[in-house]
Protein backbone atom coordinates (compact mmCIF):
# COMPACT_ATOMS: atom_id res chain seq x y z
CA UNK A 1 0.00 0.00 0.00
CA UNK A 2 1.61 3.10 -1.15
CA UNK A 3 1.73 6.11 1.11
CA UNK A 4 0.35 9.72 0.25
CA UNK A 5 3.22 12.25 1.40
CA UNK A 6 1.42 15.91 1.60
CA UNK A 7 2.51 18.73 3.79
CA UNK A 8 0.10 21.67 4.95
CA UNK A 9 1.37 23.97 7.37
CA UNK A 10 -0.22 26.89 9.22
CA UNK A 11 0.36 30.52 10.00
CA UNK A 12 -2.11 31.90 12.61
CA UNK A 13 0.08 34.79 13.09
CA UNK A 14 2.03 37.49 11.71
CA UNK A 15 5.63 35.57 13.26
CA UNK A 16 5.87 38.67 15.16
CA UNK A 17 8.41 36.42 17.77
CA UNK A 18 10.00 34.54 14.65
CA UNK A 19 13.92 36.10 13.95
CA UNK A 20 16.42 35.73 11.40
CA UNK A 21 17.30 32.03 11.95
CA UNK A 22 13.16 30.96 11.97
CA UNK A 23 13.35 32.54 8.88
CA UNK A 24 16.18 31.08 7.31
CA UNK A 25 15.21 27.84 7.65
CA UNK A 26 11.62 28.50 6.38
CA UNK A 27 13.28 29.83 3.17
CA UNK A 28 15.37 27.16 2.88
CA UNK A 29 12.36 24.91 2.90
CA UNK A 30 9.49 27.16 1.66
CA UNK A 31 9.47 24.36 -1.64
CA UNK A 32 8.42 21.31 0.60
CA UNK A 33 4.77 22.46 1.62
CA UNK A 34 2.12 21.29 -0.51
CA UNK A 35 -0.17 23.91 0.81
CA UNK A 36 0.23 26.85 3.35
CA UNK A 37 -3.11 28.03 5.25
CA UNK A 38 -2.90 31.34 6.90
CA UNK A 39 -5.93 32.77 9.33
CA UNK A 40 -6.34 36.05 7.33
CA UNK A 41 -5.33 38.21 4.21
CA UNK A 42 -2.66 40.00 6.51
CA UNK A 43 -1.00 36.70 7.57
CA UNK A 44 -0.79 35.74 3.55
CA UNK A 45 1.03 38.59 2.38
CA UNK A 46 3.46 38.66 5.73
CA UNK A 47 4.17 34.58 4.73
CA UNK A 48 4.66 36.10 0.74
CA UNK A 49 6.87 38.97 1.31
CA UNK A 50 9.01 36.98 4.22
CA UNK A 51 8.89 33.58 3.40
CA UNK A 52 8.47 34.02 -0.87
CA UNK A 53 6.14 31.37 -0.38
CA UNK A 54 4.36 30.54 -4.59
CA UNK A 55 1.08 32.48 -3.88
CA UNK A 56 -0.70 29.76 -5.76
CA UNK A 57 0.24 27.31 -2.37
CA UNK A 58 -0.97 30.17 -0.08
CA UNK A 59 -4.74 29.38 0.88
CA UNK A 60 -6.86 31.87 3.71
CA UNK A 61 -9.03 29.93 5.94
CA UNK A 62 -10.42 32.72 8.62
CA UNK A 63 -10.57 31.46 12.25
CA UNK A 64 -14.02 30.72 13.66
CA UNK A 65 -16.29 30.41 17.27
CA UNK A 66 -19.56 29.29 18.31
CA UNK A 67 -22.24 32.05 18.01
CA UNK A 68 -23.05 32.22 21.47
CA UNK A 69 -26.47 30.93 22.64
CA UNK A 70 -27.75 32.10 26.02
CA UNK A 71 -26.48 31.64 29.50
CA UNK A 72 -26.55 29.55 32.37
CA UNK A 73 -25.09 32.12 35.10
CA UNK A 74 -26.47 35.13 37.38
CA UNK A 75 -25.28 38.63 35.82
CA UNK A 76 -25.42 39.94 39.18
CA UNK A 77 -23.72 36.70 41.04
CA UNK A 78 -20.78 37.39 38.30
CA UNK A 79 -20.78 41.46 38.90
CA UNK A 80 -20.77 40.70 42.64
CA UNK A 81 -17.94 38.32 42.78
CA UNK A 82 -15.91 40.58 40.85
CA UNK A 83 -17.13 43.63 43.40
CA UNK A 84 -18.91 45.59 40.42
CA UNK A 85 -21.58 47.43 41.08
CA UNK A 86 -25.18 47.89 39.07
CA UNK A 87 -23.78 51.38 37.59
CA UNK A 88 -20.62 50.60 36.44
CA UNK A 89 -19.46 50.23 32.67
CA UNK A 90 -17.62 47.34 32.37
CA UNK A 91 -14.83 47.55 30.09
CA UNK A 92 -13.08 44.17 29.06
CA UNK A 93 -10.18 42.49 27.50
CA UNK A 94 -9.41 39.34 27.14
CA UNK A 95 -5.78 38.29 25.62
CA UNK A 96 -2.41 36.70 27.09
CA UNK A 97 -0.86 39.80 28.33
CA UNK A 98 2.03 38.27 29.23
CA UNK A 99 3.17 38.68 25.53
CA UNK A 100 4.10 42.31 25.33
CA UNK A 101 2.32 41.74 21.66
CA UNK A 102 -0.78 42.46 23.30
CA UNK A 103 0.20 46.01 24.29
CA UNK A 104 -1.85 45.49 27.14
CA UNK A 105 0.38 48.68 28.50
CA UNK A 106 -1.32 50.87 26.22
CA UNK A 107 -4.29 50.02 28.04
CA UNK A 108 -3.75 51.06 31.34
CA UNK A 109 -2.57 54.30 29.16
CA UNK A 110 -6.15 55.09 28.35
CA UNK A 111 -7.68 54.41 31.42
CA UNK A 112 -6.72 58.08 32.79
CA UNK A 113 -8.54 59.77 29.81
CA UNK A 114 -11.19 57.40 30.09
CA UNK A 115 -12.38 57.42 33.55
CA UNK A 116 -12.12 61.46 34.06
CA UNK A 117 -14.92 61.62 31.34
CA UNK A 118 -16.98 58.51 32.59
CA UNK A 119 -16.05 57.76 36.37
CA UNK A 120 -18.34 54.63 36.82
CA UNK A 121 -16.29 52.75 33.90
CA UNK A 122 -14.42 49.78 35.29
CA UNK A 123 -11.74 47.69 33.21
CA UNK A 124 -11.40 43.98 33.01
CA UNK A 125 -8.68 42.05 32.64
CA UNK A 126 -8.47 38.44 31.82
CA UNK A 127 -6.13 36.29 30.38
CA UNK A 128 -2.80 34.77 31.29
CA UNK A 129 -0.33 37.28 33.06
CA UNK A 130 2.90 36.10 33.81
CA UNK A 131 5.74 38.02 34.99
CA UNK A 132 4.01 40.97 33.35
CA UNK A 133 1.07 40.88 35.97
CA UNK A 134 3.43 42.25 38.63
CA UNK A 135 4.10 44.94 36.29
CA UNK A 136 1.16 46.19 35.22
CA UNK A 137 -0.03 46.16 38.76
CA UNK A 138 2.82 48.61 39.52
CA UNK A 139 2.02 50.51 36.71
CA UNK A 140 -1.59 50.76 37.48
CA UNK A 141 -0.64 51.77 41.05
CA UNK A 142 1.47 54.82 39.79
CA UNK A 143 -0.77 55.84 37.34
CA UNK A 144 -3.87 55.81 40.41
CA UNK A 145 -6.21 53.95 38.52
CA UNK A 146 -5.61 50.63 40.38
CA UNK A 147 -8.64 51.12 42.28
CA UNK A 148 -10.64 51.00 38.59
CA UNK A 149 -9.28 47.91 37.36
CA UNK A 150 -10.28 44.05 38.06
CA UNK A 151 -7.15 41.51 37.22
CA UNK A 152 -9.23 38.57 36.66
CA UNK A 153 -6.24 35.96 35.75
CA UNK A 154 -7.28 33.32 33.41
CA UNK A 155 -10.57 31.93 33.30
CA UNK A 156 -11.77 28.77 32.12
CA UNK A 157 -15.16 29.83 32.20
CA UNK A 158 -15.03 32.77 29.79
CA UNK A 159 -18.38 33.28 28.32
CA UNK A 160 -19.87 34.44 32.02
CA UNK A 161 -17.58 37.01 31.87
CA UNK A 162 -18.05 38.53 28.16
CA UNK A 163 -21.52 38.69 29.44
CA UNK A 164 -20.89 41.31 32.04
CA UNK A 165 -19.24 43.71 29.65
CA UNK A 166 -20.06 46.80 27.62
CA UNK A 167 -17.14 46.84 25.62
CA UNK A 168 -14.22 44.49 24.81
CA UNK A 169 -11.13 45.90 23.90
CA UNK A 170 -7.60 44.85 22.36
CA UNK A 171 -4.48 47.07 22.15
CA UNK A 172 -2.39 44.48 20.43
CA UNK A 173 0.06 45.56 18.07
CA UNK A 174 0.13 42.23 15.58
CA UNK A 175 -2.54 40.11 15.20
CA UNK A 176 -3.49 36.41 12.84
CA UNK A 177 -6.92 36.78 13.79
CA UNK A 178 -8.21 37.13 16.99
CA UNK A 179 -10.53 34.46 18.31
CA UNK A 180 -11.14 37.10 21.52
CA UNK A 181 -12.71 39.43 18.61
CA UNK A 182 -15.20 36.85 17.54
CA UNK A 183 -15.64 35.66 20.77
CA UNK A 184 -16.39 39.26 22.18
CA UNK A 185 -19.08 39.73 18.41
CA UNK A 186 -20.36 36.88 19.48
CA UNK A 187 -21.57 37.90 22.68
CA UNK A 188 -23.30 40.71 20.59
CA UNK A 189 -20.10 43.43 22.44
CA UNK A 190 -19.18 46.12 20.27
CA UNK A 191 -15.14 46.34 20.06
CA UNK A 192 -12.86 48.98 19.98
CA UNK A 193 -9.10 47.16 18.51
CA UNK A 194 -6.30 48.10 16.95
CA UNK A 195 -5.59 48.09 12.99
CA UNK A 196 -3.42 45.29 12.57
CA UNK A 197 -3.52 41.97 11.73
CA UNK A 198 -6.47 40.23 10.62
CA UNK A 199 -8.90 42.52 12.93
CA UNK A 200 -9.95 45.16 9.80
CA UNK A 201 -11.35 41.54 8.14
CA UNK A 202 -13.74 40.97 11.32
CA UNK A 203 -14.50 44.56 12.56
CA UNK A 204 -16.41 46.83 10.22
CA UNK A 205 -15.55 50.34 11.06
CA UNK A 206 -18.59 52.39 12.74
CA UNK A 207 -20.82 49.20 12.03
CA UNK A 208 -19.31 46.29 14.54
CA UNK A 209 -16.93 48.52 16.30
CA UNK A 210 -14.54 50.67 15.80
CA UNK A 211 -10.45 50.33 14.44
CA UNK A 212 -7.83 52.50 15.97
CA UNK A 213 -4.00 52.64 15.06
CA UNK A 214 -1.57 50.52 17.45
CA UNK A 215 -0.16 52.75 20.11
CA UNK A 216 -2.64 55.30 19.81
CA UNK A 217 -3.76 56.33 23.36
CA UNK A 218 -6.09 59.22 21.85
CA UNK A 219 -8.17 57.27 19.30
CA UNK A 220 -8.80 54.41 21.78
CA UNK A 221 -9.96 56.46 24.30
CA UNK A 222 -12.16 58.74 22.23
CA UNK A 223 -13.92 55.76 20.71
CA UNK A 224 -14.25 53.70 24.31
CA UNK A 225 -15.51 57.23 25.90
CA UNK A 226 -17.76 57.13 22.82
CA UNK A 227 -19.52 54.09 23.37
CA UNK A 228 -19.42 53.77 27.09
CA UNK A 229 -21.69 57.35 26.73
CA UNK A 230 -24.26 55.94 23.62
CA UNK A 231 -26.11 52.80 25.40
CA UNK A 232 -28.03 52.85 21.84
CA UNK A 233 -24.57 53.15 19.80
CA UNK A 234 -23.34 50.11 21.94
CA UNK A 235 -26.56 47.73 21.78
CA UNK A 236 -26.78 48.52 17.35
CA UNK A 237 -23.34 47.74 17.27
CA UNK A 238 -23.36 44.64 19.08
CA UNK A 239 -26.17 43.05 17.30
CA UNK A 240 -24.00 43.83 13.81
CA UNK A 241 -21.52 42.42 15.18
CA UNK A 242 -22.91 39.17 16.79
CA UNK A 243 -24.93 38.66 13.22
CA UNK A 244 -21.72 38.97 11.31
CA UNK A 245 -20.02 36.24 13.21
CA UNK A 246 -23.12 33.73 12.84
CA UNK A 247 -23.40 34.36 9.10
CA UNK A 248 -19.71 34.66 8.05
CA UNK A 249 -17.06 32.77 11.06
CA UNK A 250 -18.90 29.97 12.27
CA UNK A 251 -16.80 27.23 13.13
CA UNK A 252 -18.91 24.60 10.65
CA UNK A 253 -18.38 27.33 7.70
CA UNK A 254 -14.50 26.95 8.98
CA UNK A 255 -14.19 23.01 9.27
CA UNK A 256 -16.27 22.85 5.42
CA UNK A 257 -13.28 24.95 3.94
CA UNK A 258 -10.54 22.64 5.46
CA UNK A 259 -12.47 19.63 4.70
CA UNK A 260 -12.18 20.76 1.15
CA UNK A 261 -9.00 22.08 1.06
CA UNK A 262 -7.36 18.98 2.15
CA UNK A 263 -9.70 16.78 -0.40
CA UNK A 264 -8.32 18.76 -3.07
CA UNK A 265 -4.87 17.94 -1.71
CA UNK A 266 -5.80 14.44 -2.08
CA UNK A 267 -7.37 14.37 -5.31
CA UNK A 268 -4.44 15.81 -7.38
CA UNK A 269 -2.16 13.67 -5.46
CA UNK A 270 -4.08 10.98 -6.18
CA UNK A 271 -4.37 11.51 -9.73
CA UNK A 272 -0.88 12.10 -10.28
Not at 26 to 50: A, G, H, Q, W, Y
Request: net charge negative; hydrophobic share 40%; charged share 25%.
Amino acid sequence: MGVIKILVENREDEGFDWGRHEYMWLNLTRSMPDCVICVSESVRREVMRKEKIDPDRIIVIHNGTEPFQGNSWDKSAVRGELGLHNNHLVVGMVANYNLSVKGASYFLDSIPTIIRTVPNARFLILGRGGHEEGAMREKARSLGIESFIIFAGYQESIHKYYSIMDISVLTSLSEGLSITVLESMSHGLPVVVTRVGGNPEVVEEGQTGYLVPPKDIESFSDRVIGLLLDQNLRLRMGEEGRKKVEEQFRLGVVAERYLQVYSGLLETTISI
